[in-house]
């Protein structure tokens, strides 16, 4: 009978086996495991893994959410950076025959190619309980890249996973907002409390669920400057638009030029970059790339 970790809740079986291999948490690497049988169903509900789905999961861990997704998966990629990890994980998933360890740091990794020889190119699943201290750099390579992926079901740090939902008037929404909601639509699946981890990350945790689109929603002329134009909105929050562009390094906007484009959008000449929509910013960018 297969081992499955968690199944009964508490740190027990997480103790029991880190233990069992002498393992020391690493904090440079963001390790909090799950030690919570509902969060785990939370994760799984949300990400509706169909049995022909090939996943990738980012930070396996010692493997808990890995057993999950390889019982309703038809295979689970897992690329794991620690190497004091990789024993335990052919220990944990040695019951499992779809299950496959890449021992790397996930930056590094050639997710499109990996993605051509294992799924002949369809569009894999991606579920993770993130390491916080690379959430946007792992999210955002995934997106910009448009590696092929349908949907994203991520653990990450509450305040990030507001960051991601809201829209504009918030004082939350900024440049990763526009970002994420540009090529995926975000949702909040579950918030889960510090107590559903070992050891107890000091911020709150929320899965999000990113749901990658087919066909992009907007379609700025010039994506690069639409997403210059958005940062340097939000480098300068307080500022109003027309100060924020005019002082941005590397958009060379003159205050004439930026008014105007703001009349011809019909904009408020004192509006915000936290105002406007990713709509509103892809017509504002294309003011000036018409011109
Ligand atoms: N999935 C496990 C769980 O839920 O119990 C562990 C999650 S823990 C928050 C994050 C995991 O990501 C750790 O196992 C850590 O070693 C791994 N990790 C950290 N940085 C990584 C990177 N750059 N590439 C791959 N894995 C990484």
Known sequence: MRKILSKEGGPGQTIEILKKYGFVFQKRFGQNFLIDPHVLDKIMGAAHIQPDDLVLEIGPGIG??????????????????????????????????????IHSDILKVDLETLIQEQNQGKPVKVVANLPYYITTPILMDLLEKRIPVTSLTVMVQKEVAK??????????????????????????????PSNCFLPRPKVGSTVVQLDVY????????????????IRASFNQRRKTLVNGLKNAPGLSLEKDEIHDALDRCGFSADIRGEDLSLGQFAELSDMFTKK
């Open 163 to 192: 960051r991601m939902c809201v829209g504009p008037g918030s004082k939350e929404y900024g440049a990763l907002s526009l970002a994420v909601q540009y090529y995926a639509r975000p949702s909040i699946a579950a918030h889960v």
């Open 64 to 101: 808990t959410l890995t057993q999950h997704l390889a019982c309703a998966a038809r295979k689970v990629i897992a690329v794991e950076i620690d190497r004091s990890l990789i024993p335990i994980l052919e220990d944990t998933l040695g019951d499992f025959d779809n299950t496959e360890i």
């Open 214 to 229: 087919d066909v992009l929603p907007v379609r700025p002329a010039d994506e690069r400057l639409m997403f210059q134009i």
